[in-house]
């Protein structure tokens, strides 16, 4: 959905995934200011799923993400999981601090509303594992890597 090519092609997507027995898509919001088209998509379409949430690298573009813009957008029964979120260090460590406070900001809301985490990792395992410890033994976090 983040791609100009598959907003495009989106109907055709559809059909060529029920056609081959693809019953559900989850699509990966990557950026705030894309969910209202990703709410549109769900309304449209039954089999589409959604996520709530604010790519690594995207995080120089808002000043204010906080926990409850998290739980308030996660209330649609078809929001399924928070993110994309993580931390990406490959192009730049500029907004590391940044990047680090929203990570945790989702990490937290997914801890508050029991939805799995997506986590984005670039040239950031570690520093990814060692956030992710402190919380294991207090929380079950579900979390999907990529």
Same mark, same amino acid.
């Given at each position: 959905?983040? %791609?100009?090519?598959?907003?495009? =092609? %989106?109907?055709?997507?559809?059909?060529?995934?029920?056609? =081959? =027995?693809?019953?559900?898509?989850?699509? &990966?919001?990557?950026?705030?200011?894309? +969910? =209202?088209?990703?709410?549109?998509?769900?309304?449209?379409?039954?089999?589409?799923?959604? /996520?709530?949430?604010?790519?690594?690298?995207? *995080?120089?573009?808002?000043? !204010?993400?906080?926990?409850?813009?998290?739980?308030?957008?996660?209330?649609?029964?078809? *929001?399924? @999981?928070?993110?994309?979120?993580?931390?990406?260090?490959?192009? /730049? &460590?500029? +907004?590391?601090?940044?990047?680090?406070? !929203? +990570?945790?900001?989702?990490? #937290? @809301?997914?801890?508050?509303? #029991?939805?799995?985490?997506?986590?984005?990792?670039?040239?950031?395992?570690?520093?990814?594992?060692? *956030?992710?410890?402190?919380?294991?033994?207090?929380? %079950?976090?579900?979390? !999907? +890597?990529?």
């Amino acid at each position: 959905m983040n %791609f100009y090519s598959l907003k495009n =092609n %989106f109907n055709e997507l559809i059909l060529n995934s029920k056609n =081959n =027995n693809l019953t559900s898509i989850l699509t &990966i919001n990557t950026d705030p200011k894309e +969910f =209202n088209d990703h709410l549109n998509l769900i309304k449209k379409y039954k089999s589409i799923y959604i /996520s709530y949430g604010l790519h690594p690298e995207n *995080v120089s573009n808002h000043t !204010v993400f906080t926990k409850d813009d998290i739980l308030l957008n996660c209330k649609n029964k078809k *929001v399924i @999981a928070i993110g994309e979120t993580g931390l990406d260090f490959y192009h /730049s &460590i500029q +907004f590391k601090k940044k990047q680090y406070d !929203v +990570f945790e900001t989702h990490i #937290q @809301a997914s801890i508050e509303n #029991q939805l799995p985490l997506i986590i984005h990792q670039r040239n950031s395992e570690n520093e990814i594992i060692e *956030v992710l410890k402190s919380y294991q033994k207090e929380y %079950f976090l579900p979390i !999907v +890597f990529h």
